[in-house]
């Protein structure tokens, strides 16, 4: 008796789900969503495992959410893998995260190629390790022709030195007579920085009850909305990205207007 109440409940909530689902596809969808999947650790500790553990799930929450927000219309899924703060920890766990986009891409790239995914990067590539950098210039050069959501790793990524590196890329053009004080705009200051190719995020995601951005795209959130939740990232499932996004939905965007 227990146990059909329990599926009873369980159907129930996944039609809930889909009638969800359902909704916030028949409304705008964030064209750019930005996550920054935090808690990786803690979820290993209440397990009494190691980091790593948090990681590797972490690792398959990804695919799931990856083809999540394909599914929904996304047209950019940013995810914050690595931050040029996180060196700072053990090197063991350090290794560990430098191995994931391999590991990851050995048994995806596949499927992101077939579901017409375009892998790309923002990041200091420089002091990535080679074997990490190979596998993610494979994935971008072999999805490169698919035009649909763009998977973009921010790997190695920190804000305030992508935005140091634009700088005096600006400075090196303005010697060069290539700009002045007048031609930078926002919109060609944007074009100087890693995010180029891409529309600024529409909707932020944290992870884990962090309230902050931890150096993470801080010119481009700008006029983002905001979404914070206690779900550690490996717990993290559609039904959290649905919330998020009727959230999203919910909220006027008024980019400073009335
Ligand atoms: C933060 O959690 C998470 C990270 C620093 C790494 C995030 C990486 C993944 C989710 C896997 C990425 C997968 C691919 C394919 C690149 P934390 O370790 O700071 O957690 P804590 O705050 O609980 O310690």
Request: proline letters at 3%.
């Amino acid at each position: 008796m227990f146990d059909k109440m329990k599926l009873w409940k369980n159907n129930n909530d996944s039609i809930d789900l889909q009638d969800r689902i359902d909704n916030i596809k028949a409304q705008p969808i964030p064209e750019h969503v930005a996550i920054i999947m935090d808690g990786n650790g803690r979820w290993a500790k209440k397990r009494t495992l190691p980091r790593v553990a948090g990681h590797h799930e972490g690792a398959k929450v990804v695919r799931k959410i990856t083809r999540f927000a394909n599914q929904l219309g996304v047209k950019t899924l940013t995810l914050y893998a690595f931050s040029t703060e996180n060196w700072k920890r053990p090197k063991m766990e350090v290794d560990f995260l430098m191995k994931l986009p391999s590991e990851f891409l050995q048994t995806f790239l596949p499927e992101l190629i077939e579901e017409n995914v375009q892998v790309k990067m923002i990041g200091n590539k420089s002091i990535l390790p080679a074997a990490t950098l190979k596998a993610i210039d494979e994935a971008i050069q072999s999805t490169a022709h698919n035009d649909g959501l763009v998977l973009n790793f921010a790997m190695n990524y920190g804000s305030r030195a992508e935005i140091i590196e634009a700088v005096k890329n600006v400075l090196i053009d303005a010697q060069s007579g290539i700009i002045d004080d007048e031609k930078l705009t926002e919109e060609v200051f944007s074009s100087y920085l890693m995010t180029n190719e891409l529309t600024d995020p529409d909707l932020l995601i944290r992870t884990s009850g962090e309230i902050r951005l931890s150096n993470f795209m801080l010119w481009q959130l700008a006029y983002a909305e905001f979404w914070f939740t206690d779900v550690l990232w490996p717990d993290f499932g559609e039904e959290h990205f649905v919330e998020a996004v009727e959230v999203f939905q919910k909220r006027q965007r008024r980019f400073g207007g009335v």
